[in-house]
């Protein structure tokens, strides 16, 4: 017992000894016995060690129970309560306060030192001591588009251990409805075309609710004939795909379409985006009009179309008629397009477009398509006064007027290693109005 003592006598000596010195050399007492003193550091540290010692533990029943009951068809609400069973026989755990939710498949453990751990499927975590004052969550919505599903995200923070309940809204309509401990809610579902809005609400503790940020879901791809119908439908409406680009991401029959194809653009509401092809294949294409400005496309404006393959029939008694346009202005730009089928009109008549005009370049594309017309009628373009480069004709070109050529029947500019690979009944050769810009480099058969 002396001894004891004695030991003791030392050991506040040698504590005062070290406070003073502390305080010789210029230490305060918030050094000390501050939050982030040595005293204060030295009570953070063994709280942390507690809880890293009742984590563990707990990961350790848990894990456990789960490999005893691993070949056995047991219900996941029974082995929560077998964990539950193991935890309140466990010596470390007396006094503590035990909380099973079979619903969600939580539960809740609150140790006598008011530590509260939350167990789930595949997670064991500390949430917080009993007291402490939680955080308001903050939501945070993502999404993307991957071949044509729609994969949206949201993310909430400060909220390990809450019991969160998650709406879906898309275009302000509720879709879905979650409730779950997960910090993570991951929604997927097959995209249309088009554009929808979304939004995520989230009712956690004591019913408060948090708004995740809205999002914007743009979906510009096709894949099937219903894809393709939307986008002409939103171009005729009036939305020109201005900076924005429309991919093929599948081949498209629309020979089962009833009726006829209905252009994408018209004379008053025209495509100005990029409508990337991706080197897939639209078949099937049928159209029988009255109407003029007749194609898959019936008028482009400062836009793109390449990588594309057309196969098909456009027919009409009016004028500007092109497999792919009837007409393309502006700074638009046509780039390996492949034609196939039948083009027929009256003026301004081409495999490929009807007229195009412009700052553009018309190049890398070829026509197989039979091509008739009274005049303006080309293999290529009916009238093409834009820069044309590497273009080949393969289609036979009938026509009743003058200005009928193998590539195109007009231009004002060049045309540069193109070929006109036809032998029609007449002589078109390359371009019938203004032959010189067919130049010598150029394969004209007869």
Same mark, same amino acid.
């Given at each position: 017992m002396e001894n004891e003592k004695n030991r003791g006598i030392t050991l506040i000596a040698l504590v005062i000894t070290i406070i003073v010195l502390l305080i010789l050399a210029g230490a305060g007492i918030s050094t000390l016995t501050g939050e982030g003193g040595i005293l204060g550091k030295a009570n953070i540290s063994k709280e942390e060690t507690l809880i890293s010692s009742y984590e563990e533990?707990?990961?350790? =029943?848990?894990?456990?129970? +789960?490999? @005893?009951? %691993?070949? +056995?068809?047991?219900? +996941?609400?029974?082995l929560f309560q077998k964990c539950k069973n193991e935890i309140e026989k466990d010596p470390n755990f007396e006094g503590s306060e035990l909380v099973l939710n079979t619903e969600l498949l939580v539960l809740e453990v609150k140790v006598k030192e008011g530590y509260i751990f939350r167990i789930r499927e595949? %997670?064991?975590?500390?949430?917080?001591k009993e007291g402490e004052v939680s955080k308001d969550i903050e939501v945070i919505l993502t999404s993307e588009i991957e071949e044509k599903e729609w994969i949206l995200t949201a993310t909430v923070k400060q909220a390990a251990g809450r019991r969160l309940e998650y709406i879906l809204y898309k275009n302000d309509v509720e879709i879905q409805r979650k409730t779950t401990y997960d910090t993570t809610f991951i929604y997927? *579902?097959?995209?249309?075309?088009?554009?929808? $809005?979304?939004? %995520?609400?989230?009712?956690?503790?004591?019913?408060?609710?948090?708004?995740?940020?809205?999002?914007?879901?743009?979906?510009?791809?096709i894949k099937t004939q219903k894809d393709l119908i939307t986008f002409q439908e939103e171009v005729n409406k009036g939305k020109d795909y201005k900076g924005k680009i429309v991919q093929m991401i599948g081949d498209v029959d629309l020979s089962e379409q009833e009726g006829n194809w209905i252009p994408i653009g018209t004379e008053g509401n025209v495509f100005r985006g990029t409508f990337e092809?991706?080197?897939?294949?639209? $078949? /099937?294409?049928? =159209? #029988?009009? &009255? +109407? @003029?400005?007749?194609?898959?496309?019936?008028?482009?404006?400062?836009? &793109?179309?390449?990588?594309?393959?057309?196969?098909?029939?456009?027919?009409?008694?009016?004028?500007y008629v092109g497999v792919l346009t009837g007409e393309i202005t502006g700074a638009g730009t046509i780039e390996n397009i492949k034609i196939g089928g039948e083009g027929k009109g009256s003026t301004y008549v081409g /495999?490929?477009?009807?007229?195009?005009?412009? $700052?553009?370049?018309?190049?890398?594309?070829?026509?197989?398509?039979?091509? $008739?017309?009274?005049?303006?009628? /080309?293999?290529?373009?009916? *009238?093409? #006064?834009?820069? !044309?480069?590497?273009?080949? #004709?393969?289609?036979? !070109?009938?026509? #009743?007027?003058?200005?009928?050529?193998?590539i195109c029947g007009h231009t004002d500019k060049n045309i540069i290693e193109c070929s006109n690979q036809r032998k029609n009944s007449r002589k078109y050769g390359g371009c019938r109005r203004n032959p010189r810009s067919f130049r010598r480099r150029n394969k004209i058969l007869f």
């Amino acid at each position: 017992m002396e001894n004891e003592k004695n030991r003791g006598i030392t050991l506040i000596a040698l504590v005062i000894t070290i406070i003073v010195l502390l305080i010789l050399a210029g230490a305060g007492i918030s050094t000390l016995t501050g939050e982030g003193g040595i005293l204060g550091k030295a009570n953070i540290s063994k709280e942390e060690t507690l809880i890293s010692s009742y984590e563990e533990q707990l990961k350790l =029943i848990w894990q456990g129970v +789960k490999l @005893e009951n %691993v070949d +056995k068809k047991i219900e +996941k609400q029974e082995l929560f309560q077998k964990c539950k069973n193991e935890i309140e026989k466990d010596p470390n755990f007396e006094g503590s306060e035990l909380v099973l939710n079979t619903e969600l498949l939580v539960l809740e453990v609150k140790v006598k030192e008011g530590y509260i751990f939350r167990i789930r499927e595949n %997670v064991v975590e500390y949430i917080r001591k009993e007291g402490e004052v939680s955080k308001d969550i903050e939501v945070i919505l993502t999404s993307e588009i991957e071949e044509k599903e729609w994969i949206l995200t949201a993310t909430v923070k400060q909220a390990a251990g809450r019991r969160l309940e998650y709406i879906l809204y898309k275009n302000d309509v509720e879709i879905q409805r979650k409730t779950t401990y997960d910090t993570t809610f991951i929604y997927k *579902e097959i995209s249309e075309f088009g554009e929808a $809005t979304a939004r %995520v609400e989230v009712k956690y503790e004591e019913e408060k609710t948090r708004e995740s940020n809205e999002i914007i879901i743009e979906d510009y791809t096709i894949k099937t004939q219903k894809d393709l119908i939307t986008f002409q439908e939103e171009v005729n409406k009036g939305k020109d795909y201005k900076g924005k680009i429309v991919q093929m991401i599948g081949d498209v029959d629309l020979s089962e379409q009833e009726g006829n194809w209905i252009p994408i653009g018209t004379e008053g509401n025209v495509f100005r985006g990029t409508f990337e092809g991706n080197h897939k294949k639209i $078949t /099937g294409l049928h =159209i #029988n009009s &009255t +109407k @003029e400005y007749q194609g898959l496309f019936g008028k482009i404006e400062d836009g &793109t179309i390449r990588n594309l393959e057309i196969e098909g029939s456009v027919i009409t008694t009016q004028n500007y008629v092109g497999v792919l346009t009837g007409e393309i202005t502006g700074a638009g730009t046509i780039e390996n397009i492949k034609i196939g089928g039948e083009g027929k009109g009256s003026t301004y008549v081409g /495999g490929v477009a009807g007229r195009i005009s412009g $700052t553009g370049t018309l190049k890398n594309s070829s026509n197989y398509a039979k091509v $008739t017309g009274n005049d303006y009628v /080309g293999g290529i373009a009916g *009238e093409g #006064n834009i820069l !044309i480069t590497r273009c080949d #004709n393969y289609g036979e !070109i009938q026509g #009743n007027g003058k200005i009928i050529g193998g590539i195109c029947g007009h231009t004002d500019k060049n045309i540069i290693e193109c070929s006109n690979q036809r032998k029609n009944s007449r002589k078109y050769g390359g371009c019938r109005r203004n032959p010189r810009s067919f130049r010598r480099r150029n394969k004209i058969l007869f």
